[in-house]
């Protein structure tokens, strides 16, 4: 759920637009960026908020490299400015260099425009000015986002083709149903023969669609529209996480994702020199309400002085896998390091997962499609068959 907060910083008064579960998770983030929350309201919009245009895994990729060349971090960014076409993104790197230029430090300037950067983001870039290696949390963070982005991308190549399958499937349907049945029904109405029964109830379909076309393209149209309208709102509340954790066999590589994709912000984060506390508190945006509860319960008790692997263990977010790597981190002293690596284990489980859903459902779909198309040709071919055997 998205929230609009006004909030106290080092910076003055700031307005903030944070997605949360709730409230409580709100105040914990503003804590987390020292900030003290001045009011907290769920913010009342018909339509969910647009996300930002702004390239920051572009933007982090091109800073790095002018930091790493001997450029300040204020003539790097006043270079990307200069090169800059966009508006949209020169307003947000004009905005960042007069911060800078006005003496505040680049993770308080960040927080300016909260809109644009993600809480990983900015408490990131803090822990960066407390060790003075900002490159180094940049590549941090590059890594991070390249390795969200190939599972992304795998998940969306692999549901292209289904997709496409599934809406010509439909368009097929449609027309057939649509356009061919009711033709072929008053071919029928008048030859005096009686029809086998499902053949009649195909024929009843084609006289109605016939007499009631326009209502029935009134209908699909608004139909289709109140998919859009509640669909879009069903998808910013959390509507596909939901049910994808409600149907079977998908539920479990649902979940395998979310704590992989929090195993590897944690090891971003503690690795990039984040106190533990902090990086558990930063990393609650990336968790499903079912999910937060729970880790809330473990941070409580890591604050209260148990290990992490036991307190994950305890609160179900240990996968057998991880919770062996994390057990290694603590006692080497290379928590953060472990839980990159079990993400990068889990990584590699989701991407076999996703192919051998590419290799069973896209067969499984085409056959059902076929099943369907055919299955009306069938009815609409029988009585010619029945017509051409009585001529023999």
């Not at 007069?98 to 990131?124: D, K, N, T, W």
């Not at 309400?289 to 409580?300: G, Q, V």
């Not at 692997?309 to 080497?332: D, M, Y």
């Amino acid at each position: 759920m998205r929230y609009a907060v006004r909030a106290l910083g080092s910076a003055g008064i700031v307005s903030l637009s944070v997605e949360a579960a709730d409230a409580d998770a709100v105040r914990q983030q503003l804590a987390a960026q020292d900030l003290r929350p001045i009011s907290v309201a769920a913010a009342t919009i018909a339509w969910p908020a647009r996300k930002s245009r702004f390239p920051l895994a572009l933007f982090s990729q091109e800073l790095l490299a002018l930091l790493e060349a001997g450029l300040t971090l204020a003539e790097a960014i006043e270079a990307l400015c200069d090169k800059e076409t966009r508006v949209e993104t020169r307003g947000v790197l004009e905005r960042l260099l007069q911060s800078l230029r006005e003496g505040r430090r680049y993770s308080a300037a960040l927080e300016q425009q909260a809109e644009h950067f993600p809480v990983l983001y900015i408490g990131l870039m803090r822990a960066a000015e407390r060790t003075s290696n900002l490159p180094e949390s940049l590549a941090r963070y590059i890594d991070y986002r390249s390795r969200l982005d190939a599972v992304r991308s795998r998940v969306v190549s692999t549901l292209i083709y289904p997709a496409i399958l599934a809406v010509v499937g439909l368009a097929v349907t449609a027309f057939l149903l649509g356009y061919v049945v009711p033709r072929f029904a008053g071919v029928y109405q008048g030859t005096g023969r009686e029809l086998p029964w499902l053949s009649q109830l195909m024929m009843a379909w084609g006289n109605y669609a016939a007499q009631h076309g326009r209502l029935l393209v009134l209908a699909a149209v608004a139909f289709l529209a109140a998919a859009i309208f509640g669909g879009r709102g069903w998808w910013a509340s959390g509507g596909p996480q939901r049910l994808a954790r409600r149907l079977p066999g998908v539920a479990t590589t649902v979940i395998t994702f979310e704590l992989a994709r929090l195993y590897l912000s944690l090891g971003m984060l503690i690795e990039g020199g984040l106190p533990i506390l902090q990086a558990l508190r930063l990393a609650e945006g990336l968790l499903s309400p079912e999910t937060l509860m729970r880790y809330r319960e473990a941070t409580a008790a890591i604050g209260r002085g148990e290990n992490l692997s036991q307190a994950f263990e305890a609160a179900g977010l240990a996968t057998p896998v991880a919770l062996r790597l994390l057990r290694v981190g603590e006692r080497g002293g290379r928590l953060g390091e472990m839980m990159g690596r079990a993400a990068r284990f889990h990584d590699g489980e989701i991407a076999r997962r996703i192919d051998v859903f590419a290799r069973t459902f896209e067969p499984l779909l085409m056959a059902a499609i076929g099943l369907v198309v055919g299955t009306i040709v069938v009815l609409l071919y029988l009585p010619i068959f029945d017509l051409a055997g009585s001529l023999r």
